[in-house]
């Protein structure tokens, strides 16, 4: 079974400052991917980043970064320079690996709900 | 990326009806769509694994007379709330397995907001 774990209900922070969004997760399958997605107030599920449990580098793309720690079973995401478009909910979630492809279902983490201050 | 459409985005049914939502993947095939549910400032709860030409695989605690799902088509599947009830109002979201897609494979659809009064 696969848990995700988010114990930041909500988090703030002050435009063009950094912020991590904590992620911790539990699985036993071998192979795995790690994701994180945004949601607006839209409801719109849109996704931001990934990390293959193989994978040797932390991902980044643009603004964000992941912080993968296998050994500590963590994922955390960082946004650096904050913009007002940020504020939204964040989900860390996972799924299963086989061959270097995800398969089957997501497993959600709780949510973290990111306000950003201007 | 790819795109997952939902029909209707938004409805209103009373207390007692039926209420099909639509999910269609626009420019792939999708072997593979979920259903997730999610009430406000929550997480999303998956519902059930549709398969193209299969019965659905529903999550424990999940009602299938109640959550009808049908993929009759490599491009739609559809989730039916039979005698919608007021505890029925959610958000639901669907999602498809783009294959071959890479890692981001999973594709969402914008949701449907149900509110039964």
């Known amino acids: 079974a696969q848990k995700i774990t988010q114990t930041q209900p909500g988090m703030f922070v002050q435009e063009k400052e950094a912020v991590t969004l904590d992620c911790t997760y539990d699985t036993s399958d071998p192979s795995y991917g790690l994701f994180w997605y945004k949601q607006p107030s839209s409801g719109e599920m849109i996704f931001l980043i990934y990390q293959g449990s193989y994978d040797q580098q932390n991902a980044t793309e643009g603004r964000y970064s992941l912080n993968f720690q296998k050994a500590r079973k963590s994922a955390n995401l960082v946004i650096s320079a904050s913009q007002l478009g940020d504020s939204a909910m964040y989900f860390c979630a996972m799924r299963a690996n086989a061959g270097g492809t995800s398969y089957g279902k997501l497993t959600f983490g709780q949510g973290t709900i990111l306000t950003v201050h201007p | 990326g790819a795109v997952v459409s939902q029909h209707p985005s938004r409805v209103i049914c009373k207390s007692g009806t039926s209420v099909k939502i639509e999910c269609r993947s626009l420019d792939f095939q999708a072997t593979t769509m979920f259903w997730y549910r999610q009430f406000p400032k929550q997480s999303l709860m998956l519902m059930a694994t549709?398969?193209?030409?299969?019965?659905?695989?529903?999550e424990q605690g999940v009602e299938k007379d109640k959550f009808l799902i049908n993929h009759a088509s490599l491009t739609l599947s559809t989730l039916t709330v039979t005698s919608a009830h007021p505890e029925d109002s959610s958000f639901y979201i669907c999602s498809a397995d783009k294959p071959g897609g890479g890692e981001d494979t999973q594709y969402f659809g914008p949701g449907t907001r149900l509110t039964v009064l």
């Open positions: 549709s398969n193209e030409g299969s019965k659905a695989t529903y």
